[in-house]
Structures are given as structure tokens and as C-alpha cells.
């Protein structure tokens, strides 16, 4: 059975960092990324990662701040967040797939998704 488990969402001031993590298993997936869904709006991309870590991809107006990364060992992926604004809050949700790509359509698996709230 293939899962995705996020963790590391929760309350932080703006300026402030989390580090979320995708534990996978039942499978290995040459792309895996990051997607977000505030409330009332569409589920959109953030940040994805090949399998070695060759190539990455932000959205943006993530660049900068966010940083995807992955660790094949453990079948896991993280996104380091910085400098977080209230924008940023959303239910946050990694992805699997087999290509690099932006849109949703594009990763067969998905986890359930940690909420990450930014305060002013």
C-alpha cells in the first residue's frame, strides 16, 4: 500500500520557519513535490524535487524563502519554510509522481495533508 504522511505543520508568528516532512512508503517516486490549498481557493504548486535531487522547482514567489529537499535513505521529502507571511497559510500537501511537473494533474499519490497558520 502506498502512503504519503506529512508532519510538521502548526502556528507560527509571520517571519517565522517551519520544516514540514513527507514520509513515503510502498514505493519510491522519481518526482515528489509540494502543492498548497488556502481556503476557497485552488490546490497549487510550491515546490517539486527529482528523484537525486538534480533538479528542483519553485513556485515564484517561493523562491528565496522555501527549500525543498529529500532524503532517498529514508523515503522522505521536506520543505524548509523561512520568513513565513500570513499569505503563506494553507493546508500544505506532498505529492508523488513520475515526472517533474507543476500541476496537479501531474502526481498520481498524495498525502492528507498538514495546516500550516501564519500569524500576523
Known amino acids: 500500500q502506498v502512503q504519503l504522511v506529512e508532519s510538521g505543520g502548526g502556528l507560527v508568528q509571520a517571519g517565522g520557519s517551519l520544516r514540514l516532512s513527507c514520509a513515503a512508503s510502498g514505493r519510491t517516486f522519481y518526482a515528489m513535490g509540494w502543492f498548497r490549498q488556502a481556503p476557497g481557493k485552488e490546490r497549487r504548486f510550491v515546490a517539486g524535487?527529482?528523484?537525486?535531487?538534480?533538479?528542483?522547482i519553485y513556485a515564484d514567489n517561493m523562491k528565496g524563502r522555501f527549500t525543498i529537499s529529500r532524503d532517498n535513505a529514508k523515503n522522505t521529502v521536506y520543505l524548509q519554510m523561512h520568513y513565513l507571511e500570513p499569505e503563506d497559510t494553507a493546508v500544505y500537501y506532498c505529492a508523488g509522481g513520475t515526472i517533474l511537473e507543476v500541476t496537479t494533474l501531474d502526481y498520481d499519490y498524495w498525502g492528507q495533508g498538514t495546516q500550516v497558520t501564519v500569524s500576523s
Open positions: 524535487i527529482t528523484y537525486n535531487g538534480g533538479r528542483t
